[in-house]
């Protein structure tokens, strides 16, 4: 157990971690989390999502500390949306991605700073049916950003891409950029679709988490998390926690192996271990 004398950070994964499965974190979880906040706790969240859909399916949590979204691509301000660290590609490097994924006959999202905005764009007259679902449950979303030019798809202040689609061309993708690229490959919790990822090597939950820790000035991070891309930010912590419902991989990985995302796991933890640690 962390020493009670330590000042602890907690951070925690959203989906399949804080959130149940209809992607919300429940009225207990968020009532008992707000308490321990306004009673000391350092307490955030690192998510592959963005800071607009993190704020949604956070609805009533309010965390005091920035949070980090995309995949570590950002930390950011909860609150005001404010970009505090932001890790992005070269435009050499964007250039390269993109070329590897057309390439593998891949239409990605290309995600991008344009004119101080945040802008997922695409070729819409090519992308593929999960491609096109992701799209349609977010057509009121501001960033969203279809093209017909595809020649200024790479335009902008470019952190991240996501493909989703055929397996086989997305591995064959990924084996090409892994070993330049923070790259992940897995199945989504949700559609169970084969999802490709692509961050600067910078950008990871685990390097995002070691920055909040010592701008925070905590001695000891404490993680939870449930799927393979919440594995090295459990290679960096002091104690890490794996949901029942965890893949394998991260359960052999964690310090202990806590009750699941639907019976909120996280939240009980935290009310029966983290209270001494503040």
């Known amino acids: 157990m962390i020493n009670e004398k330590a000042k602890t950070l907690y951070i925690t994964d959203l989906d399949g971690t804080l959130l149940h499965h209809d992607e919300r974190i429940s009225a207990w979880s968020c009532k008992t989390l707000n308490q321990l906040i306004d009673s000391g706790m350092l307490f955030s969240y690192a998510t592959a999502r963005s800071i607009f859909t993190a704020s949604i399916v956070t609805q009533g949590l309010f965390p005091k500390l920035p949070v980090i979204v995309n995949n570590g691509s950002f930390i950011m301000d909860s609150s005001t949306k404010k970009r505090i660290v932001v890790n992005q590609f070269t435009d050499s490097q964007a250039q390269e991605i993109y070329a590897t994924l057309r390439k593998h006959q891949?239409?990605?999202?290309?995600d991008a700073i344009i004119n101080d905005h945040e802008k997922f764009s695409y070729d819409e007259k090519a992308i593929n049916p999960a491609l096109a679902e992701f799209v349609a449950a977010r057509k009121n979303d501001a960033?969203?950003?279809?093209l017909n030019d595809t020649s200024?798809?790479?335009n902008g202040t470019i952190f991240y891409f996501t493909c989703i689609g055929e397996e086989e061309k997305l591995?064959?993708?990924y084996e090409s950029l892994r070993k330049?690229?923070?790259c992940i490959f897995q199945f989504?919790?949700?559609?169970?679709?084969p999802w490709l990822e692509i961050m600067p090597h910078t950008a990871s939950k685990a390097h995002a988490i070691l920055q909040l820790k010592k701008r925070c000035r905590c001695d000891k991070v404490v993680v939870f998390g449930d799927g393979?891309?919440?594995i090295p930010m459990f290679q960096v912590a002091d104690e890490c926690y794996a949901m029942e419902n965890a893949i394998d991989a991260l359960k052999e990985t964690a310090t202990a192996v806590i009750?699941?995302?639907e019976n909120d796991g996280v939240a009980k933890w935290l009310l029966q271990n983290a209270k001494q640690n503040f």
Do not use: G
């Open 188 to 193: 989504d919790i949700y559609s169970h679709e």
């Open 106 to 110: 891949i239409v990605p999202l290309v």
């Open 152 to 154: 200024i798809i790479l």
């Open 180 to 182: 330049t690229y923070n």
């Open 228 to 230: 393979a891309n919440d």
């Open 143 to 146: 960033r969203n950003n279809p």
């Open 259 to 261: 009750d699941s995302n």
């Open 171 to 173: 591995r064959a993708a």
